[in-house]
């Protein structure tokens, strides 16, 4: 017999997706670098299902089918090139190569590229929802050539996440690069999605006075509600667990430092480049970096902050239920700043992602799973060519009932000294994209005298530079 899928690198990823697959039915060739973690798999679960243990690179691509099928799941980066290196002469042309490492999507068109000249397919595919998504169903976003999902697509969509309404969490999101681009968004979004509910937790604790417990039951209500989601439900999870050695709650004996792999701080390197303001998305990857400055957190300890009155029982319900609002709007502009991405990448490498389908497989499987993603969806259905997500009627409603609730938030926040980066970044946004006026016309004036930068005007075409150094006279440029 021949496999229908191989998977190479076994890790808890890539040993989840192969078990993942056996499951479903299909036979599984497996190898890693390293032949024990085969024979540990094979050992631990060939029982699942059809699996086919391959110690070395040929016999792992003889075991396999042809157009094969070979998921590559290594540690992203060189380790991935190496693979690539050691198999792609191995193969014919037709034959599939598919990256579910978390790959930066450049790396992705360059390899796409490569393999494209030697007649091999070339899949990015991004995977979330973690180790139990890789078993049990990830959310996937496969890029690369459309041909090679007509046959892998099938197969991807038996063992993906399932949404509510039965749909299967897998798209064919675009040429070469496009699926890793949009699990890079996806991990920005993500980033900025913890960061809005760690504000929203830091201001019912120390604005409102609530303790992680008490915390850990608002969202227990919040999950039931608009803002039911996966990152709200295991927050009040963590909030409610007590320390098994101390009895204090987990959350005060975790040290408050943020760390990360990367993809949240690509996301935004990306954005600058193709000038889209994800500036929530930055804001959460600063406040991890922020936390992580241990020295230097320790020497501002003894900088002025206000004297804050504690609010009392009923204005801190009150103000539970505004944090609420804050939130959910911080959210959409989250969300906004994220599609807005995917959209300029979309457009400037010519991909022609479908952005309702995008967060139409969001829905199962990934970490920012979420009811709210079928909103998001119906937006984009309606109209294709939305854009941005604030100028949805739905949306923009939401929002318009909860300002004056995230704007008292923030006064509070304010006042009383707690940071919320995220809700500020969220509310500027939202405040500069309905403003009539910006301060950029005087920016553009200062580029202009101190650079000769030029201007325009906005009642004639063309371009101007006023004389500042002379008469002040205007010219044409
Ligand atoms: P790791 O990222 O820890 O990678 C370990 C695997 O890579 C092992 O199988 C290892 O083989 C192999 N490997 C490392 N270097 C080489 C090399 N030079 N040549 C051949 N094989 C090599 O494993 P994970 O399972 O955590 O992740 C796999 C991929 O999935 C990564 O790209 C990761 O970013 C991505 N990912 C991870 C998620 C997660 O939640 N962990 C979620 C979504 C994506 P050996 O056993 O021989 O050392």
Known sequence: TSAQIGVTGLAVMGRNLARNFARN??????HNRTAARTHA???EFGQEGDFIAAETAKEFVAALERPRRLVVMVKAGEPTDAVIQEFAPLLEPGDMIIDGGNA???DTRRRERDLRERGIHFVGMGVSGGEEGALHGPSIMPGGPKESYDSLGPMLEKISAKAADGAPCVTHVGPDGAGHFVKMVHNGIEYADMQLIGEAYQLLRDVAGYSP?????IFRTWNTGRLDSYLIEITAEVLSHVDAATGKPFVDV???QAEQKGTGRWTVQIALDLGVPVSGIAEAVFARSLSGHAQLREASRGLAGPKAAPLNEAEAAAFADRVEQALYASKIVSYTQGFHEIAAGSEEYGW???LGAVSSIWRGGCIIRAAFLDRIRAAYDARPDLPSLLSDETFAREIADAQDAWREVLVSATLQGVPTPGFAAALAYYDALRAERLPAALTQGQRDFFGAHT????DRDGSFHTLWGGDRSEVSA
């Open 41 to 43: 798999l094979v050992e």
């Open 254 to 256: 975790v040290v408050d």
């Open 25 to 30: 039915g299909y036979t599984v060739a497996v």
């Open 213 to 217: 417990a008490e915390i850990a039951e």
């Open 352 to 354: 022609d992602i479908d």
């Open 455 to 458: 201007y325009r005007r906005v």
């Open 104 to 106: 930066h999507f450049a």
